[in-house]
Nanobody
């Protein structure tokens, strides 16, 4: 059964931190690259970060590099996104997604399964 459930979103002041979690079914998570995307109303869903199955060489969008950290616990079938130094422009619905491949997943077309999203709102 495919399952991706995000949690950890909320309201935070600019400069603050949040940690998002994505709980997946073993079938969805195992041997798959995973990623985070975000979307604001009227805009295309944009890539935020991705981690391959082995968790090495993660990749980030330039807009979050140095502030966000993606990680995963393969034993728990869970992925995380630690977001520090949040900015107003980080406000969006954040989605986790499971890739078709074990690594190298930087485009939304690489992803097969998507969660329902969690809202992150950063107040200025």
């Amino acid at each position: 059964q495919v399952r991706l459930v995000e949690s950890g979103g909320g309201l935070v002041q600019a400069g603050g931190s949040l940690r998002l979690s994505c709980a997946a079914s073993r079938r969805t998570f195992s041997n798959k690259g995973m990623g985070w995307f975000r979307q604001t109303p009227g805009k295309v869903r944009e890539f935020v970060a991705t981690s391959g199955w082995k968790g090495i060489s993660p990749s980030y969008a330039d807009s979050v590099k140095g502030r966000f950290t993606i990680s995963r616990d393969n034993a728990k079938n869970t992925m995380y996104l630690q977001m520090n130094s949040l900015k107003y422009e980080d406000t969006a619905v954040y989605y986790c997604a499971a890739c078709l491949y074990a690594s190298g997943c930087s485009s939304s077309s690489d992803y097969r399964y998507w969660g329902q999203g969690t809202q992150v709102t950063v107040s200025s």
